[in-house]
């Protein structure tokens, strides 16, 4: 089993920035993908970013892609997601997720989930 810990949401004007965490602990030989969802009130879960193990292939939405950068330190067991330009649209609960395989962009590619931390974007 995995265990995912978010931290890092907050508040923060539009336009600021913010870097989530989320550390791994148990069988963190089973975070080959690791990556972030995100879910607004009343809106459907939808995938933010991913990255494999080596680093060489991260995915964005097409809504993040050139404001989010994310980026994993295997030593630590940690992915994180570096937000920048952040807009109101971006108001959310982030959820931290893994697969033990190659993942991408579908919700049902990871097997685990974190908690998650919100993320608040003011106008």
């Known amino acids: 089993q995995v265990q995912l810990v978010e931290s890092g949401g907050g508040l923060v004007q539009a336009g600021g920035s913010l870097r989530l965490s989320c550390a791994a602990s148990g069988r963190t030989f089973s975070v080959y993908t690791m990556g972030w969802f995100r879910q607004a009130p009343g809106k459907e879960r939808e995938f933010v970013a991913a990255i494999i193990w080596s680093g060489d292939n991260t995915y964005y939405a097409d809504s993040v892609k050139g404001r989010f950068t994310i980026s994993r330190d295997n030593a630590k067991n940690t992915v994180y997601l570096q937000m920048n330009s952040l807009k109101p649209e971006d108001t959310a609960v982030y959820y931290c997720?893994?697969?033990?395989?190659?993942?991408?962009?579908?919700?049902?590619?990871?097997?685990?989930w974190g908690q998650g931390t919100q993320v608040t974007v003011s106008s």
């Open positions: 997720v893994s697969a033990p395989t190659y993942g991408s962009r579908r919700k049902d590619e990871y097997r685990y």
